[in-house]
């Protein structure tokens, strides 16, 4: 029997791209089980922001294992809830003058979406949420609700419903004002829009193809929220922890979300944690009203705590990772210089980088090319067509060249 297609559902994906059977891993390489070696460029959809089994990390979980630390805890308090509560107000919070509350929602992204969905509709009393087209917010009926793509929409099996897609930042190219057609539903009372209680919105859209929005276009639909009574959910579940440079993507913009949904890197290690961040104003739950076994995984608190006094105590990691984005970037234009009939376009910020081809079927083969010579790359956008460039932000500068090397390569060979 083969497990994997006997035993698992066809529901598996990333498998599929990479059809070899992994085990081991450090940094930025993995290694399958015959001992071949993969250079990372997707570093686990942006939830390895420190590499694969970081040593640091791993030695703070093995300590804490050992001394028989509390593994499971629901939402009860331990040191290491506490130690990373504290570690997070210090290291994260309190210099960048955020004023947050930490709800813990559940281990995975969708829980931090779900959890700021309902907190918005109850404040508001509202139904609807306003996101964006080509939007990711994860799988769970909810976050389904506020996501773009149609294939995974259709999986819902019911309507999906109380959430109004606008276009996001350079939807319509340019060529119309920010946020024309948004504002003129919400002011006019024929429109058809109800009152939203929410607009939830990603800095980068990872999934959406890499997407950016520009900083004033951020600052604008912050404006837009407050003029109207909308809350502002960010969901830095992907471009948070350092993705983008700063710790929070939506740093240097010039506005506070009112939430903020994180997730992927924040458990540091790759172990799931997830946080709704909100205003200390908002926090009107009911105590257990959102709930789940899962909110108190002390490993991933000891990982996150760690990662935080490691790469956040100062501004290196940031300064590391916006140098590495912008030689990625320039890379990525010789590309598009290089081979001028193949219609690319270099995208992203910091190290959520993107190639655009015209189409996915080229994007898969270039992919697959880069696999075929040792390097994981994954497509993203609503048809694939973007090969998503997202190595940890450890990654050395030789590995970057060597990886960025492969993909020049790639495209050289479908072109
Ligand atoms: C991955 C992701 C999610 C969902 O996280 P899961 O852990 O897969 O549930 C939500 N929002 C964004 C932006 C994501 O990239």
């Not at 929409?153 to 190219?173: C, E, F, Q, S």
């Not at 990603?202 to 004033?216: D, H, S």
């Not at 639909?221 to 109207?228: F, Q, T």
């Not at 458990?267 to 944690?273: E, I, Q, S």
Request: proline share 5%; with cysteine; hydrophobic share 40%.
């Amino acid at each position: 029997m083969n497990v994997f297609e006997d035993l698992e559902s066809e529901v598996r994906s990333y498998c599929r791209s990479w059809p070899v059977v992994f085990d081991r891993a450090v940094g930025s390489r993995l290694y399958d089980e015959d001992g071949r070696e993969y250079l990372d460029f997707f570093a686990g959809a942006g939830a390895l922001n420190y590499g694969h089994n970081n040593p640091v990390l791993k030695q703070a979980v093995i300590d804490y294992m050992m001394r028989d630390g509390i593994t499971h805890a629901l939402d009860m308090h331990t040191v290491a809830k506490r130690e990373f509560f504290q570690t997070l107000q210090d290291v994260v919070l309190a210099p960048r003058d955020l004023d947050y509350k930490v709800m813990l929602p559940g281990p995975a992204g969708a829980n931090a979406v779900e959890a700021a969905l309902k907190l918005a509709r109850k404040i508001t009393g509202r139904e609807s949420v306003i996101n964006f087209t080509n939007a990711f917010h994860g799988m769970t009926l909810g976050a389904l609700s506020v996501t773009g793509n149609s294939m995974k929409r259709g999986g819902a099996g019911i309507p999906l419903v109380h959430a109004t897609p606008m276009p996001y930042d350079n939807y319509l190219d340019g060529q119309v004002p920010d946020f024309l057609w948004f504002e003129k539903l919400l002011a006019d009372s024929g429109s058809g829009l109800n009152e939203p209680a929410a607009v939830i919105v990603e800095t980068v859209q990872g999934e959406g193809g890499i997407n950016v929005a520009r900083l004033e276009w951020l600052r604008g639909l912050a404006e837009l929220c407050k003029r109207h009574g909308m809350l502002l959910i960010v969901d830095d579940v992907q471009m948070g922890c350092g993705r983008t440079g700063p710790f929070f993507s939506f740093e240097g913009a010039g506005f506070t979300p009112d939430i903020v949904c994180l997730s992927k890197s924040i458990g540091g290690y790759g172990l799931p944690l997830a946080l709704t961040l909100l205003r200390p104003d908002l926090d009107v739950w009911e105590p257990g009203e959102h709930n789940g076994t899962f909110r108190g995984i002390n490993p991933s608190f000891v990982a996150a705590r760690t990662a935080l006094t490691t790469y956040w105590s100062d501004r290196e990691l940031e300064e590391a990772t916006l140098a590495k984005g912008e030689h990625v970037a320039a890379r990525l234009e010789k590309l598009v210089v290089e081979f001028p009939a193949s219609g690319l376009t270099a995208k992203g910020r910091g190290l959520a980088r993107g190639l655009q081809f015209p189409d996915g079927d080229t994007a898969n083969k270039v992919c697959r090319a880069a696999f075929d010579r040792g390097l994981l790359m994954e497509t993203s956008g609503p048809q694939g067509e973007v090969a998503k460039i997202m190595p940890a932000l450890t990654i050395t500068e030789d590995e970057l060249d060597g990886g960025l090397d492969i993909l020049a390569d790639a495209v050289r060979t479908v072109s």
